[in-house]
């Protein structure tokens, strides 16, 4: 992401005092300047929503498979039925409903995306300050720590959002107001028990054990996001920073760099193949490491929508799909998830890349 790991590997003797400039005691001073983190929270953000917008439909359909949406449950468990089931959806909505809930979701992920590449690059620069300090462990702290950062800042945006996925009916349609509306005011169903039972329970005991309504909604499936953050944004920021370096090699880099069209003394960037191909990558393996993750956190989301309105904790939710499906319960949808995210991962990191080029940082 910066001049150190785009030189690191492949530096000539000529470039060595750039590098030692980019990657010495100077580097974080220039990093924190407040014109670099806005530009590189521009490059992140739009990068972000342009990764969003070409995989929409196929996020559509995965929400709807991994939240076990009645009416497209039928299609889960082949490519077919991805194909099938976004038919159907513009069959019934138009292209419109093929992006359903895009609106809140391009509004989370510019800051969602901003603030995770400005948080990399700064936490970036104070665990890696120089060349000798750069281990794949740093790289990997790095990365979950940004992704961390981002997503509890944005998280009640995607809360939303999943919600606005969701929702198939077509008469009485909710809107973002009234989604937001009846998050805030959900609250879990009232359980009668029996005298006996009633009067072993305190009322005050039973009152404070039972969720509140409120903010409190916005994050739910929050932990199970916070597990599945740390390895997807670690191994994520990790994989592209290690195929980059691979494609630096020596023997490659006359194949998959080129120089700099902003700055010819700079360091060589790569290609737009090998830069493609190092974000694909760096999704399927951030993918693979985090999905069980995302399929409970989804069913947390959509808790209150489904069902009595019973609000299942993590370990809940976690039991429930093993109860449903066993192990493969917990990849449900892995396969249009990799046909969604590599793409996404590649088009974020390439956008990204050239952003911080056009933008000159």
Sequence with gaps: MDVTRGS??????????????????????????????????????????????????LDRVKILFQASNPQFAKYTGSWFGVVTAMRDINRQSGVRGLFRGHSATLLRIFPYAAIKFLAYEQIRAVLIPSKQYETPLRRLFSGAFAGVTSVFVTY???????????????????????ICAQIYHEQPPRIVH????????????????????????????????????????????????????????????PYTTTANPKNASA????????????????????????????????????????GDGHRLGMAETTARVWAERGWRGFFVGLGIGYFKVVPMAAVSFYVYERGKVALGV
């Excluded at 980019?22 to 990764?51: F, I, M």
């Excluded at 399927?284 to 995302?294: D, G, K, M, N, R």
Aim: aromatic share 8%; hydrophobic share 45%.
């Design 8 to 57: 690191g590997k492949t530096s000539n003797k000529g470039l060595d005092s750039t590098v030692a400039l980019n990657s010495g005691g100077s580097q974080p001073d220039n990093k924190q300047n407040l014109d670099y983190v806005l530009r590189t929270g521009l490059a992140g953000g739009l990068a972000g929503c342009a990764a969003k917008t070409i995989v929409g439909p």
């Design 156 to 178: 009640p945006l995607e809360v939303v959002r999943v919600r606005l996925a969701f929702e198939t009916k077509e008469v009485g349609r909710s809107s973002l107001r009234s």
């Design 194 to 253: 029996s005298s006996a039972v009633a009067a072993a329970v305190p009322a005050a005991a039973a009152a404070a054990a039972a969720p509140r309504s409120g903010l409190i909604n916005f994050y739910r499936g929050f932990s199970s996001t916070l597990a599945g953050m740390l390895p997807y944004a670690g191994m994520s920021f990790l994989t592209h920073d290690t195929a980059g370096d691979w494609l630096r090699l020596p023997a490659l880099a």
């Design 267 to 306: 360091p060589p960037i790569l290609r737009y193949w090998a830069e493609l191909l190092a974000g694909g990558f760096a999704g399927l393996v951030s993918q693979t490491a985090s999905y069980p993750f995302e399929v409970v956190r989804r069913r947390m989301q959509v808790g209150g929508a489904v």
